[in-house]
Every structure is written in C-alpha cells, then in structure tokens.
C-alpha cells in the first residue's frame, strides 16, 4: 500500500467539549465557511440531541446516530461519511481496509478519526498521521500521531472509525434553519430504543440520567462529561436565539431563555459537591424546561414563521 505524504497545515479544531462539532467546525474554517459558534450548534441540530449511557459513563455523548445531524451539516456546506468495511471493527482486516480507504481519499478531501475522540488528519506520511489537537498537547485522549504501525496493530483504540469531510455547496439559510428546527423536533420525540441498547435517546435520556443519579450508583466523570457536553450545546444554541435568531421575537427569547436555564441546571449538576439526590432534580428541572422548548420548536417550523433570511 502506498501512503503518499499529504498536509493540510492549517487546519485546527476549536476547543469546544463536543469534539465532533468542534472537527465539522474545523473543517469548515479550512473551506472557508464562516459561520460562528451558535450557528454551528443550532444549524446542525446538535443543541437538540441528548444521548445517556444507562450507568451514564462518558461514551453517551458519541455513541448515537449522528445521521441527522449530518444532513444538516450538509446543508451547511460540508458532506460527511463514513469509511465503512465489512470487516470485524476489532480486526486486523478492518484496520488495514481503512487505511487502504484512507489513502485513496483525495487531496481535496479531509479526513477525521473517531477513536477516545473526534480529530481531523491534518499531516500523513510513510510512517506516520498527525492530528489537530482540540484540547492541547496535555489532555490523553486526544492524540498527535499515530504510526502506521500502531494503526495496523490497532494499539490506540482497536474500534476506531474513520470519516471524510468533504465541500458541498451551501443552501440557503432559511432552508438550512428549517431543515434543522424541524430535525430538532424530531429528535425531542425520538422515544424509540432497541431492547438491548445501554443507551437512552431524547425524552428517555433525561429520566435514565435522573433516576441513575438517584441510585447513587453510576459512573462520577461520565455524569461530570455528558454534562459538560449537552450543556455546551444548550448554552451555544441559547446565544443564537438570543444574538442570530430573524424569526418572531417572542418565540427567539423563549428560546434562548429556556435553552440558558437548561445549561445552567445541567451545569450545575456536574459539581462535585452537589449531592446525587440534588443531581437528580436538577435534572428533572432541565427535562421539564425540555418539554417547553419542544413546543416553542413545534410552532417555528411553520413557514410563516421563519423569516427569509437570505
């Protein structure tokens, strides 16, 4: 196989908790997509979406269908997918067919790997693949590089997936938004669960978070990471309503007010100090303010309620 040396030297991802937006955001900026933080969040869906594992350890907020939101990123201008194989995720095989794929990508395509997290490739080479570093040099999870060596024997993460970000063209901003509001609904109502699954979606993630904090048995720094996590999103999307929204008034305050208060509760939730049972409720608060901005969503996916914003 040949590994021909391919450099995106300016590529970085902002260091945001959510590593798979802040990897869709770096991609963007190497294109040339100006968009500001809020937006990424709102435009995407991403504000919407909460993913609990059922002992809450700090897969959640990765281990999800992701689909949706890409299609709405599409719209925004930037096509992922993801490299697949018929192969084994934990074999050898998988391994060395991902990189095969890998290195047939083109220099115009960039590539990301979704291992401990989400990293953009931004140097390879005959012996190595170089990663942006959300986080800084300092944080383990977060890889620099990985020999070619390393990814065929499978010593950092034996699971890790890999995706392409690739340019597209932008729709119009009225149709990105409504694209994404009416995502947004459909992800509140998504109660569907396979029986065999650790993990809760939607409405089903905020009573398996609550009650899980409530027993007193469940994993202390995945609880402390989801929320780090969703409330970023919730905070990020408040702003938007708040600063970016053109639609009705009224409906961009509910929002941004109702968004801020569900950060702030989930937020709080991560303090070492707050004790489970005022965990719990605090999670309560949060999923009752959740019901509301599902209505608030419901009433501006109507055309008439979305300005033409282009």
């Known amino acids: 196989m040949n590994v021909a040396t391919k450099s995106h030297a300016k590529l970085m991802q902002p260091n945001w908790n959510s590593t798979y937006m802040s990897a869709i955001a770096g991609a963007a900026e190497y294109y040339g997509l100006k968009y500001s933080a809020p937006t990424f969040f709102v435009e995407s869906g991403y504000f919407a979406v909460l993913n609990i594992q059922r002992d ?20 925004m201008g930037l096509r992922v997918k993801w490299l697949h194989s018929n192969f084994d995720c934990k074999s050898s095989d998988y391994r060395e067919h991902m990189l095969e794929q ?8 960039l590539v990301g790997m979704a291992g401990l997290e989400f990293q953009l490739l931004c140097q390879r080479d005959a012996r190595k693949f170089t990663f ?65 699954s ?17 027993s007193g048995s469940y994993d202390n720094r995945g609880h402390w990471w989801s929320s780090m996590v969703w409330s970023e999103a919730r905070r990020q999307a408040a702003v938007y309503f708040r600063t970016e929204w053109e639609g009705p008034a009224s409906v961009g305050a509910d929002l941004s007010t109702n968004l801020s208060k569900i950060s702030s ?12 049972t005022d965990r719990a409720q605090l999670i309560r608060q949060a999923q009752g303010i959740d019901a509301l901005i599902h209505q608030n969503l419901e009433s501006c996916t109507s055309p008439f ?6």
Request: proline fraction near 7%.
């Open 56 to 75: 809450l350890k700090p897969c959640g907020p990765y281990c999800w269908n992701h689909s949706p939101i890409a299609k709405n990123i599409e719209a």
């Open 102 to 109: 890998i290195c047939a990508v083109d220099s115009d395509t």
């Open 132 to 196: 942006t570093l959300p986080w800084g040099p300092d944080v383990p999870t977060c890889i620099r590089e990985l020999s070619i060596d390393d990814i065929r024997a499978g010593n950092h993460f034996p699971g890790t997936a890999w995706f392409t970000v690739q340019q597209t063209s932008v729709s119009p901003r009225t149709k990105r938004l409504h694209g994404s509001l009416a995502c947004a609904v459909e992800l509140y109502q998504q109660n569907e669960q396979f029986e065999d």
């Open 198 to 214: 650790e993990y809760s979606f939607g409405p089903n993630a905020w009573e398996q978070w609550a009650t899980k904090l409530e």
């Open 265 to 276: 509760l989930i937020a709080k939730s991560a303090n070492q100090e707050v004790a489970d």
């Open 305 to 310: 309620n979305v300005k033409e914003l282009n």
